[in-house]
């Protein structure tokens, strides 16, 4: 199953030049790598980056992550995949620059 993480623009860079991330100022106060799956995100990007532009939305697969993603209650009691280690450039399957269509994020299509 592939799950989403979206990063702002400079927090990608610095995966990207690191080559593994503990994710945002949110991932580090929580204790833990917040991602949303392919019916959360929509709702992860209107309530935590409604009008923030140059999002990066990356995917990875759930087997990638192994035993340290956990899937815990949030909004709503729902259950959102949280990864409790640093996230490693080569996990990310895809990434794709999120593009702003009537002040709304427009999710790529193979977001599924």
Not at 11 to 31: Q, Y
Not at 47 to 55: I, M, N, P, Q, R
């Amino acid at each position: 199953m592939l799950i989403y993480k979206v990063f702002r623009p400079a927090e990608w860079a610095e995966l990207v030049s690191d080559g593994e991330t503990t994710g945002a100022p949110v991932d580090l106060a929580d204790g833990f790598i917040h991602f949303s799956t392919a019916d959360q995100v929509a709702e992860t990007l209107a309530k935590h980056f409604a009008g923030e532009s140059g999002l990066v939305i990356c995917a990875c697969h759930t087997n990638d992550l192994g035993a340290d993603l956990k899937w815990e209650p949030s909004r709503g009691g729902a259950l959102f995949p949280h990864l409790y280690r640093k996230l490693r450039l080569d996990e990310v399957r895809w990434h794709e620059t999120l593009v702003m269509a009537g002040g709304h994020h427009v999710l790529p299509d193979r977001v599924e």
